[in-house]
């Protein structure tokens, strides 16, 4: 059977039987239309970089629709007769670009370029489904689902809230217009494309080779008949609408039957009963669907609650999965799923909403959401829900969902209450749900019956409600998810508020402490603020450019390395890993996977015909100290520990088949301690002789001698945890074998290490390994050796079987598989004067390695620990190396510089707590005389109106019980040194005067290439229009250093500028000679004088002097006591970039450095399983980045102006690393909020330990909230 759908106008017949049942829309277009624009990531639709959209008619009502889906999730088969548009679609360099990619690039909203595309895509299916007429929130809303790690999401948000109808956003002169929304042309018509063709999707069923098959019923009675075939076939089957599910839990491998009901108009629609008694919404009904139909009826009476079903609807997920999940595919994972933390079933329950269950076209019955649930579910649908009228005068109804992060998260407790009150408020019916709490609880039946007959409103009630409540609410202890205490604290939590809320709805005489308490924190719609000075003589130099590639990054025409068009022969790897620690591996059994049609060979350490050492040939002793193995030979080291891949015919069949090969094993660890705190919990932090420890600091200090008297002295310790890097281009190589060597095309950081590897790996000269990198999808460290980890793998298989490889490791195998930044410990003991001058500070601090020591950052650590303060002989440092059960721990942007300022300004924080001292002038009693903050430190806290604002948020504090403010300053000196060789090639070509680079850097996103462009066309007098960047590979490339430390930039603007310059030297006899008219006519007589137009050449360590950078930051936070959630609002920072190269590059670097720390510090969490070591949080669906509304609502950037650096490249400095480690300040900013908490709670006064990260859970549990303090007045 042949299927037919239609991708950016070109229509494609699909042999259907040629393709597995269950491919995705993406896998389709990327693999078979060759449309690379559209990426993956996650592939369970939780990071965006997939986004679409499809267009068609509504099945019920045959409207016009456009929506944007995740194509990862979404199945080719629900997609055909419908209309795909990629950012293909949208425009090109050829065609022309469309608005909204123009003004993603132009307004400096992309870096890396992986998720620009997404973002683009998100936003044209946001605009097309809402006409084009959208507000400033709505757009700020829609982007839940993109994640974006390079930009910090302002300049993104900014160039997407410029289309709105209530924008303020200044638009570039060169922008255009979004007058036309259209993408491509119909086929059908030669018009603009809108979506106005009917579904033509194909009839009856298709049957597949491996027994599965396909069914698109038309109507019931079809639908019907696939499920009873299903049945009495006895073929597992599943219901297939939006594919979402797969999201959270993965579709089970022995489905053999897809019935679509996606098309369906019975399962559509909705209807209010005659006397507007009842709501029906049809089953099938999209979650966004469903919220259009609650906006359109909320005014209706008795249904004004519908405008919190709403809300608590658009807190599910993203757009996109709203998009595509339905009312009964949400209820149906419920069902399969008692765990699940359904916000759907959630609400519906509290509303005493029924489920009309259909088991045949003639037989259905409606029966409540519980009885559904405890039900048998085989052959039936869910056909509607019926939701009953609640008229607001009589009824109180709200919900709640508390989160790690604003967006895109599932609940770590969610909440929905429904009171019916009488005339004199007493309670004359209740619904009180709770989910997130364990499988089997949903209603606080007790206080549901406690409450009925009484007034809700007095406290004695309240008091005794609560105390029974805390009885009854047992939650599970089930890793990852929050501890019980928290969700039971935070359950209480959310009743209260339910209950505040109400009284003051219902003037119940509700003191006015405790009224914020009622609601949520609610966000405004974010701002920023950019300033910096340029200077026109210097012009490029200086100026705010775009990004050099921005355009085609957000056309989706940049390509990555899997990007690269599939090879004929070629075969997908996939690791096979050992889950068992501290055992040894006695068996291999890859047949149950090689059984698999398609699945060709499995490889592990006996098939590598080198060295099994995923290092340099020559050993490094600061890199590499200790030997690495691809593949494990001997005892199992940490929980996922590769010793083998699968090789197979796609990605999803090699990951699939890895999972099946079975591994036998012996022996068992004596101790399994996978993480820093379980090592230091075993053994205790004083001994230093354990095996599991190495001093690799030892203070010079034996006794700790105080020059100067001390007033108060006081001890504390630091946690900071695991932090992923979460790079969106997955680690990825291809390796193609080629005239008896090998072409590797690497996401990597460091070619020159890839290369040397493969070659050790192989047993090869360097010479047969040729590495090429054009760019990659964010790196920060990630990608400067763990890369080598896929990429030797996939050389080996290479080698062995001599076919194209591509291995593009899944986020579960990164996660789980790669190290991740050093987590960091630190206790120490401080001495100080009534002033707040430090008298002595003893510290000692622990880094975790993983199980090898390699690419330590302590000498960061202990570079950066003394900051910008004057110590002498009064600081005491030691630092130890911890191992620990894991994979080994790798460079993470601005490595032990992160944890040095932390470690540093942690104390400085915790001296002016104990001394009842400003944080402030604690800073200025201690910083080094004549240093550069003394100056920048009176500016920034005069410019951010420091003093007054500290002294209204105390104010604020005193009158808000729940709602707790705080204001975190921190300052830094980060220093930049410079190291290794970093070589570059200038070219010019004759023909045209158009010049070419290529250089030994990699372009992650930090604008490398865009100064580079600069620097070349200042150098040699030329526009940069004429400036192309090639790709970066290991001839015009060999030996160069890794791209990290912040200082790619400017010392390969460094070698490129030599090479200008002896090209200027050649081309300058020929300027004083001919006296050319125009730049083309110099190159012309040159080339024909025979002047060599191609120069190389290097920056190497010793080329330019180090230095520091300094900068300040405060942060602004707003905290709910009662369930930790809170708002970064106004966050303003001023850093010295000297005389910055790009301004628009530079802000760009800060921007994404802080919200990659405030990510660390607020929401970041890696947790791993004690008793196995595996990471539980290794999934978009555990592991929480910052989203778009989890920014500073108002952020204020400042470049430190009459600063030129005199080290350095042109007076500039360098941006990429510093600003993450100001992140801290939205740390001290909460702890501050929470001290007052503590303050009303009636805690003793004690320092609250900081921990990366500061989690919701852990504010709520330092708040010291007791139950009795839960009043009304």
């Given at each position: 059977?042949?299927?037919?759908?239609?991708?950016?106008?070109?229509?494609?017949?699909?042999?259907?039987?040629?393709?597995?049942?269950?491919?995705?829309?993406?896998?389709?277009?990327?693999?078979?239309?060759?449309?690379?624009?559209?990426?993956?990531?996650?592939?369970?639709?939780?990071?965006?970089?997939?986004?679409?959209?499809?267009?068609?008619?509504?099945?019920?009502?045959?409207?016009?629709?456009?929506?944007?889906?995740?194509?990862?999730?979404?199945?080719?088969?629900?997609?055909?007769?419908?209309?795909?548009?990629?950012?293909?679609?949208?425009?090109?360099?050829?065609?022309?670009?469309?608005?909204?990619?123009?003004?993603?690039?132009?307004?400096?909203?992309?870096?890396?370029?992986?998720?620009?595309?997404?973002?683009?895509?998100?936003?044209?299916?946001?605009?097309?489904?809402?006409?084009?007429?959208?507000?400033?929130?709505?757009?700020?809303?829609?982007?839940?689902?993109?994640?974006?790690?390079?930009?910090?999401?302002?300049?993104?948000?900014?160039?997407?809230?410029?289309?709105?109808?209530?924008?303020?956003?200044?638009?570039?002169?060169?922008?255009?217009?979004?007058?036309?929304?259209?993408?491509?042309?119909?086929?059908?018509?030669?018009?603009?494309c809108s979506g106005s063709c009917k579904k033509q999707q194909p009839k009856g069923s298709q049957l597949y080779a491996d027994g599965s098959r396909w069914s698109w019923p038309e109507d019931l009675d079809q639908l019907f008949a696939a499920l009873q075939g299903a049945i009495k076939e006895k073929l597992p089957y599943m219901l297939v609408a939006g594919n979402t599910a797969h999201g959270v839990y993965r579709r089970p491998l022995d489905i053999k039957a897809f019935i679509d009901v996606s098309g369906l108009a019975e399962l559509k629609g909705h209807k209010l009963s005659a006397d507007n008694s009842s709501l029906t919404l049809g089953g099938n009904l999209s979650l966004t669907e469903t919220m259009e139909i609650c906006r359109q009826l909320e005014k209706t009476r008795g249904f004004e609650y519908l405008s919190q079903v709403w809300q608590h609807l658009d807190w599910i997920a993203n757009v996109p999965v709203r998009n595509a999940g339905t009312l009964a595919g949400n209820l149906a994972i419920k069902h399969a799923h008692p765990e699940f933390p359904s916000d759907v079933f959630i609400v519906l329950e509290a509303l005493d909403a029924r489920v009309i269950v259909q088991e045949a076209v003639d037989k259905q019955k409606t029966v409540s959401l519980a009885s559904?649930?405890?039900?048998?579910?085989?052959?039936?649908?869910?056909?509607?829900?019926?939701?009953?009228?609640?008229?607001?005068?009589?009824?109180?109804?709200?919900?709640?969902?508390?989160?790690?992060?604003?967006?895109?998260?599932?609940?770590?407790?969610?909440?929905?209450?429904?009171?019916?009150?009488?005339?004199?408020?007493?309670?004359?019916?209740?619904?009180?749900?709770?989910?997130?709490?364990?499988?089997?609880?949903?209603?606080?039946?007790?206080?549901?019956?406690?409450?009925?007959?009484?007034?809700?409103?007095?406290?004695?009630?309240?008091?005794?409600?609560?105390?029974?409540?805390?009885?009854?609410?047992?939650?599970?202890?089930?890793?990852?998810?929050?501890?019980?205490?928290?969700?039971?604290?935070?359950?209480?939590?959310?009743?209260?508020?339910?209950?505040?809320?109400?009284?003051?709805?219902?003037?119940?005489?509700?003191?006015?402490?405790?009224?914020?308490?009622?609601?949520?924190?609610?966000?405004?719609?974010?701002?920023?603020?950019?300033?910096?000075?340029?200077?026109?003589?210097?012009?490029?130099?200086?100026?705010?450019?775009?990004?050099?590639?921005?355009?085609?990054?957000?056309?989706?025409?940049?390509?990555?390395?899997?990007?690269?068009?599939?090879?004929?022969?070629?075969?997908?790897?996939?690791?096979?890993?050992?889950?068992?620690?501290?055992?040894?591996?006695?068996?291999?059994?890859?047949?149950?996977?090689?059984?698999?049609?398609?699945?060709?060979?499995?490889?592990?350490?006996?098939?590598?015909?080198?060295?099994?050492?995923?290092?340099?040939?020559?050993?490094?002793?600061?890199?590499?100290?200790?030997?690495?193995?691809?593949?494990?030979?001997?005892?199992?080291?940490?929980?996922?520990?590769?010793?083998?891949?699968?090789?197979?015919?796609?990605?999803?069949?090699?990951?699939?088949?890895?999972?099946?090969?079975?591994?036998?094993?012996?022996?068992?660890?004596?101790?399994?301690?996978?993480?820093?705190?379980?090592?230091?919990?075993?053994?205790?932090?004083?001994?230093?002789?354990?095996?599991?420890?190495?001093?690799?600091?030892?203070?010079?200090?034996?006794?700790?001698?105080?020059?100067?008297?001390?007033?108060?002295?006081?001890?504390?310790?630091?946690?900071?945890?695991?932090?992923?890097?979460?790079?969106?281009?997955?680690?990825?190589?291809?390796?193609?074998?080629?005239?008896?060597?090998?072409?590797?095309?690497?996401?990597?950081?460091?070619?020159?290490?890839?290369?040397?590897?493969?070659?050790?790996?192989?047993?090869?000269?360097?010479?047969?390994?040729?590495?090429?990198?054009?760019?990659?999808?964010?790196?920060?460290?990630?990608?400067?050796?763990?890369?080598?980890?896929?990429?030797?793998?996939?050389?080996?298989?290479?080698?062995?079987?001599?076919?194209?490889?591509?291995?593009?490791?899944?986020?579960e195998s990164i996660m789980t598989t790669l190290g991740k930044r050093w987590a960091f410990h630190c206790d120490y003991d401080f001495f100080v004067q009534k002033s707040g001058k430090i008298s002595g500070i003893v510290s000692r601090f622990y880094e975790d390695a993983g199980y090898l020591s390699n690419e330590s950052p302590i000498g960061h650590t202990v570079l950066l620990s003394k900051n910008c303060y004057e110590f002498s002989d009064n600081y005491k440092l030691d630092g130890y190396l911890v191992y620990t059960d894991s994979p080994t721990n790798t460079p993470c942007r601005a490595p032990g510089s992160v944890e040095g300022i932390a470690m540093m300004e942690n104390i400085i924080e915790h001296i002016a707590f104990e001394t009842g001292l400003d944080p402030a002038d604690v800073r200025f009693a201690n910083l080094l005389p004549a240093h550069k903050m003394g100056e920048m430190m009176p500016r920034f806290l005069e410019s951010t109106t420091y003093r007054e604002r500290r002294a209204q948020i105390i104010a604020h504090n005193k009158e808000n019980r729940w709602h707790k403010r705080g204001l975190g300053l921190c300052i830094m000196e980060y220093q930049i040194g410079y190291f290794g060789q970093y070589p570059a090639t200038v070219a010019i070509y004759h023909?045209?005067?158009?010049?070419?680079?290529?250089?030994?850097?990699?372009?992650?996103?930090?604008?490398?290439?865009?100064?580079?462009?600069?620097?070349?066309?200042?150098?040699?007098?030329?526009?940069?229009?004429?400036?192309?960047?090639?790709?970066?590979?290991?001839?015009?490339?060999?030996?160069?250093?890794?791209?990290?430390?912040?200082?790619?930039?400017?010392?390969?603007?460094?070698?490129?500028?030599?090479?200008?310059?002896?090209?200027?030297?050649?081309?300058?006899?020929?300027?004083?000679?001919?006296?050319?008219?125009?730049?083309?006519?110099?190159?012309?007589?040159?080339?024909?004088?025979?002047?060599?137009?191609?120069?190389?050449?290097?920056?190497?360590?010793?080329?330019?002097?180090?230095?520091?950078?300094?900068?300040?930051?405060?942060?602004?936070?707003?905290?709910?006591?009662?369930?930790?959630?809170?708002?970064?609002?106004?966050?303003?920072?001023?850093?010295?970039?000297?005389?910055?190269?790009?301004?628009?590059?530079?802000?760009?670097?800060?921007?994404?450095?802080?919200?990659?720390?405030?990510?660390?510090?607020?929401?970041?969490?890696?947790?791993?399983?004690?008793?196995?070591?595996?990471?539980?949080?290794?999934?978009?669906?555990?592991?929480?980045?910052?989203?778009?509304?989890?920014?500073?609502?108002?952020?204020?950037?400042?470049?430190?102006?009459?600063?030129?650096?005199?080290?350095?490249?042109?007076?500039?400095?360098?941006?990429?690393?510093?600003?993450?480690?100001?992140?801290?300040?939205?740390?001290?900013?909460?702890?501050?909020?929470?001290?007052?908490?503590?303050?009303?709670?009636?805690?003793?006064?004690?320092?609250?330990?900081?921990?990366?990260?500061?989690?919701?859970?852990?504010?709520?549990?330092?708040?010291?909230?007791?139950?009795?303090?839960?009043?009304?007045?």
């Amino acid at each position: 059977m042949a299927g037919k759908i239609t991708i950016n106008g070109t229509s494609y017949e699909v042999n259907l039987a040629a393709l597995p049942a269950d491919i995705s829309l993406n896998t389709f277009i990327r693999e078979h239309a060759g449309l690379t624009g559209t990426k993956f990531m996650c592939q369970e639709g939780g990071c965006g970089v997939c986004v679409c959209t499809l267009s068609g008619l509504h099945p019920e009502t045959g409207v016009p629709r456009t929506w944007a889906v995740n194509s990862c999730l979404t199945l080719l088969n629900t997609c055909l007769g419908l209309e795909v548009t990629t950012s293909e679609g949208l425009g090109s360099k050829r065609a022309g670009y469309h608005a909204i990619q123009e003004r993603l690039a132009k307004m400096n909203g992309t870096q890396c370029g992986y998720c620009s595309p997404g973002i683009v895509m998100n936003m044209y299916g946001l605009l097309k489904s809402k006409g084009g007429k959208v507000t400033m929130a709505e757009v700020e809303n829609s982007f839940g689902g993109n994640i974006c790690r390079c930009t910090g999401y302002r300049p993104i948000l900014d160039a997407m809230k410029s289309f709105a109808v209530d924008s303020n956003i200044k638009v570039p002169a060169e922008c255009i217009d979004i007058e036309d929304l259209s993408a491509k042309q119909c086929p059908k018509t030669g018009q603009a494309c809108s979506g106005s063709c009917k579904k033509q999707q194909p009839k009856g069923s298709q049957l597949y080779a491996d027994g599965s098959r396909w069914s698109w019923p038309e109507d019931l009675d079809q639908l019907f008949a696939a499920l009873q075939g299903a049945i009495k076939e006895k073929l597992p089957y599943m219901l297939v609408a939006g594919n979402t599910a797969h999201g959270v839990y993965r579709r089970p491998l022995d489905i053999k039957a897809f019935i679509d009901v996606s098309g369906l108009a019975e399962l559509k629609g909705h209807k209010l009963s005659a006397d507007n008694s009842s709501l029906t919404l049809g089953g099938n009904l999209s979650l966004t669907e469903t919220m259009e139909i609650c906006r359109q009826l909320e005014k209706t009476r008795g249904f004004e609650y519908l405008s919190q079903v709403w809300q608590h609807l658009d807190w599910i997920a993203n757009v996109p999965v709203r998009n595509a999940g339905t009312l009964a595919g949400n209820l149906a994972i419920k069902h399969a799923h008692p765990e699940f933390p359904s916000d759907v079933f959630i609400v519906l329950e509290a509303l005493d909403a029924r489920v009309i269950v259909q088991e045949a076209v003639d037989k259905q019955k409606t029966v409540s959401l519980a009885s559904y649930l405890g039900g048998a579910n085989e052959g039936k649908i869910i056909r509607g829900l019926v939701l009953p009228a609640y008229p607001k005068e009589r009824f109180a109804f709200d919900s709640y969902k508390i989160m790690p992060r604003a967006q895109n998260a599932h609940a770590y407790v969610n909440a929905a209450f429904l009171l019916e009150l009488e005339a004199d408020s007493k309670v004359k019916s209740a619904r009180i749900c709770f989910g997130g709490i364990n499988p089997e609880f949903v209603h606080a039946t007790a206080i549901e019956k406690l409450i009925v007959g009484k007034n809700p409103f007095e406290n004695g009630l309240v008091e005794k409600a609560f105390g029974q409540l805390t009885e009854l609410l047992q939650p599970d202890a089930v890793l990852p998810d929050a501890s019980p205490i928290y969700r039971r604290k935070l359950a209480c939590g959310l009743f209260y508020k339910f209950l505040l809320k109400t009284a003051a709805q219902r003037k119940q005489g509700l003191a006015s402490r405790y009224v914020t308490g009622g609601s949520l924190l609610q966000r405004p719609v974010s701002s920023g603020q950019q300033n910096f000075e340029t200077f026109q003589e210097h012009f490029p130099i200086t100026k705010a450019t775009e990004k050099h590639e921005g355009l085609i990054q957000c056309s989706g025409e940049a390509t990555y390395v899997n990007d690269l068009p599939t090879q004929h022969n070629q075969l997908w790897a996939a690791f096979v890993t050992a889950k068992k620690v501290g055992a040894k591996v006695t068996k291999v059994d890859p047949q149950p996977a090689l059984a698999i049609s398609g699945v060709v060979a499995y490889l592990d350490a006996k098939d590598i015909p080198g060295a099994n050492y995923i290092g340099p040939k020559v050993r490094d002793d600061f890199f590499f100290p200790q030997d690495e193995e691809l593949f494990a030979s001997g005892e199992i080291k940490f929980y996922g520990q590769p010793v083998g891949m699968i090789l197979a015919n796609s990605n999803s069949l090699a990951n699939r088949a890895a999972e099946l090969v079975k591994l036998s094993y012996e022996g068992e660890a004596k101790e399994l301690l996978p993480s820093l705190k379980h090592v230091l919990d075993k053994i205790g932090s004083e001994a230093g002789d354990s095996k599991r420890l190495e001093q690799k600091i030892k203070s010079t200090i034996d006794v700790l001698q105080l020059e100067e008297p001390f007033d108060v002295s006081s001890s504390g310790h630091l946690d900071m945890g695991l932090q992923y890097h979460y790079y969106m281009e997955p680690q990825t190589t291809v390796v193609l074998p080629f005239e008896g060597g090998m072409q590797v095309y690497a996401a990597t950081q460091w070619m020159d290490l890839t290369q040397d590897v493969i070659a050790n790996i192989l047993n090869v000269k360097s010479n047969e390994v040729q590495v090429k990198t054009r760019r990659i999808g964010g790196g920060y460290g990630g990608k400067a050796t763990r890369c080598n980890v896929a990429a030797a793998a996939a050389a080996v298989a290479a080698y062995k079987l001599n076919r194209p490889i591509r291995f593009v490791q899944s986020l579960e195998s990164i996660m789980t598989t790669l190290g991740k930044r050093w987590a960091f410990h630190c206790d120490y003991d401080f001495f100080v004067q009534k002033s707040g001058k430090i008298s002595g500070i003893v510290s000692r601090f622990y880094e975790d390695a993983g199980y090898l020591s390699n690419e330590s950052p302590i000498g960061h650590t202990v570079l950066l620990s003394k900051n910008c303060y004057e110590f002498s002989d009064n600081y005491k440092l030691d630092g130890y190396l911890v191992y620990t059960d894991s994979p080994t721990n790798t460079p993470c942007r601005a490595p032990g510089s992160v944890e040095g300022i932390a470690m540093m300004e942690n104390i400085i924080e915790h001296i002016a707590f104990e001394t009842g001292l400003d944080p402030a002038d604690v800073r200025f009693a201690n910083l080094l005389p004549a240093h550069k903050m003394g100056e920048m430190m009176p500016r920034f806290l005069e410019s951010t109106t420091y003093r007054e604002r500290r002294a209204q948020i105390i104010a604020h504090n005193k009158e808000n019980r729940w709602h707790k403010r705080g204001l975190g300053l921190c300052i830094m000196e980060y220093q930049i040194g410079y190291f290794g060789q970093y070589p570059a090639t200038v070219a010019i070509y004759h023909s045209d005067g158009t010049v070419v680079v290529s250089h030994g850097g990699i372009e992650m996103g930090q604008g490398m290439n865009t100064k580079i462009s600069q620097v070349v066309a200042h150098t040699l007098g030329i526009p940069m229009q004429q400036v192309r960047i090639e790709a970066s590979d290991t001839i015009n490339g060999a030996n160069s250093m890794v791209t990290g430390g912040a200082v790619g930039s400017e010392t390969l603007c460094f070698a490129v500028r030599k090479a200008c310059e002896t090209l200027n030297q050649r081309l300058e006899p020929v300027r004083e000679e001919v006296k050319p008219q125009d730049w083309h006519q110099l190159i012309k007589e040159a080339y024909n004088r025979k002047i060599n137009l191609i120069a190389s050449d290097q920056c190497k360590q010793g080329d330019m002097d180090p230095y520091s950078v300094c900068g300040l930051c405060l942060t602004e936070v707003e905290l709910d006591v009662l369930t930790g959630n809170y708002i970064v609002g106004r966050v303003d920072i001023l850093e010295d970039t000297g005389e910055s190269l790009n301004p628009n590059v530079d802000i760009g670097q800060i921007e994404g450095a802080f919200m990659m720390g405030l990510g660390y510090w607020t929401s970041e969490q890696v947790i791993v399983d004690p008793q196995t070591g595996e990471c539980l949080t290794n999934r978009t669906w555990t592991y929480k980045p910052p989203g778009a509304k989890d920014i500073p609502t108002d952020l204020r950037i400042e470049l430190l102006p009459k600063s030129p650096n005199k080290a350095g490249f042109m007076r500039s400095k360098a941006t990429g690393e510093p600003a993450i480690c100001l992140s801290i300040a939205v740390a001290f900013a909460l702890q501050q909020a929470l001290q007052s908490a503590r303050d009303d709670a009636g805690v003793p006064k004690s320092w609250v330990t900081l921990t990366a990260p500061m989690t919701p859970e852990l504010l709520v549990l330092h708040a010291g909230t007791e139950l009795g303090q839960l009043k009304l007045n």
